[in-house]
């Protein structure tokens, strides 16, 4: 036979009470004190005029009970039971032995609940069946005893309906906590992850013009030989890069400046079919670039066909850079059963001084995201000499 398994229920979970105020402890005391009169009330007159000694002693314990029950929060199982009990005896504690019974109630623990209330029906029953000098209630014990457990339920059930309640209240606050924090955690991821796509536009779209100006200058700078027409066809190129650098600039801030939603639509973003154009502008800026496109751009998939573009982009500007004079060379091949592959290389500047060029490193590295988004890989390194730069992209990303 298989082994018993003992099943086990959690207690529910039990909210911490909340502050009362200055008006909450004062319908509570008012309450508690009219309980307290009407329970009492019967026997008083009794008490006074037949056994006096028991009304003292029955307003002392009241007291005490009232003092009391300012404790039940902290002590709950201990004041409701001893309330409860003394109660059943001494009327003038019936408002404290509700309230503590009300508030034993609210943690909603059956262990707790059922003991204190069985104790409150042994004691008050006690009194009804045996405990009454003044035999005023006998014709109507089983009445009494109605009331007795009628009382002690309604105090529990209420109980158990407020516990339950600020459970409820508790458990939609936390998720409307958590559902603000999870919300500003989603305002913050799409904030850096906006951040990093504007400055990946910003590094594709400007970095190999401002790198060509800075190229055309330097070389101003420091060539005398230039022929007048090599210096204004020069001048003209930087002119050019740069008219189209601050075009380019202005299209990116465009999109900062405007709230989501108000701004235009982005422009199409180039694919590999603009390839040619743009080795045609490194050509014209005087790049000694040699290229072999083996695959028709116009054929390559528009979903990789932009990246295909800034990973050309990106190779051909890094030449540029750090290569200004050397010859470049790319190959763009494959197909959809091999996928696409991009390999830029040029050799490294034999006994040049460093270029002046701020280094950015976020080419490659935005490279690398664009490639892995994509699903391709990519792989740069120093062979023999020579600096390369390969791409692999997946023909139907």
Do not use: C
């Not at 314990?61 to 005896?89: E, I």
């Not at 204190?116 to 029906?121: G, K, L, N």
């Not at 465009?254 to 989501?260: M, Y």
């Not at 091949?333 to 040029?346: A, H, T, Y």
């Amino acid at each position: 036979m298989p082994p018993r398994v003992e099943r086990t229920y959690p207690e529910p979970v039990t909210t911490p009470a909340p502050p009362i105020s200055r008006w909450g402890y004062t319908w509570r005391i008012g309450l508690v004190m009219l309980i307290s009169a009407i329970a009492w009330s019967p026997l008083v007159e009794y008490q006074w005029e037949q056994a006096r000694w028991w009304f003292w002693l029955d307003l002392l314990l009241g007291a005490a009970s009232f003092v009391a029950v300012f404790w039940r929060r902290r002590f709950p199982v201990a004041v409701a039971l001893s309330t409860n009990l003394v109660a059943g005896f001494f009327l003038s504690a019936g408002g404290p032995a509700t309230l503590a019974l009300f508030s034993l109630s609210t943690r909603r623990r059956w262990r707790e609940i059922l003991p204190v209330s069985a104790a409150s029906a042994l004691s008050g029953g006690g009194f009804i069946l045996f405990g009454d000098p003044s035999g005023q209630g006998r014709e109507l014990i089983l009445v009494d005893l109605a009331l007795l457990t009628t009382i002690i339920a309604i105090t529990v059930g209420w109980g158990m309906f407020v516990g339950s309640r600020r459970e409820l209240l508790a458990t939609l606050r936390d998720r409307a906590e958590t559902a603000e924090s999870e919300q500003a955690a989603r305002v913050a991821q799409a904030r850096i992850a906006e951040r990093a796509r504007i400055a990946r536009e910003m590094h594709d779209v400007l970095a190999h013009r401002i790198s060509i100006v800075t190229m055309h200058a330097g070389a101003l700078s420091y060539r005398d030989d230039l022929s007048a027409d090599e210096v204004k066809a020069t001048a003209a190129t930087i002119e050019q890069s740069s008219r189209l650098a601050l075009v380019e600039l202005r299209e990116v801030l465009g999109v900062l400046r405007e709230d989501a939603g108000d701004a235009e639509p982005e422009p199409p973003q180039p694919t590999a079919a603009a390839i040619p154009d743009l080795l045609g502008h490194f050509r014209g800026t005087g790049m000694n670039l040699v290229a072999e496109l083996l695959v028709d751009p116009s054929a390559v998939p528009g979903g990789i066909g932009r990246t295909a573009y800034r990973v050309v982009q990106e190779g051909l500007t890094n030449a540029a850079k750090h290569a200004p004079y050397a010859r470049v060379h790319l190959a763009v091949s494959g197909g959809p059963e091999d996928g696409l592959v991009i390999e830029v290389s040029n050799p490294l500047p034999a006994g040049q001084a460093p270029s002046s060029l701020p280094p950015s490193g976020l080419g490659l590295v935005g490279l690398a995201e664009r490639a892995e988004l994509a699903g391709g890989r990519l792989h740069h390194a120093t062979l023999s000499d020579h600096h390369v730069l390969r791409v692999w992209l997946p023909w139907n990303a």
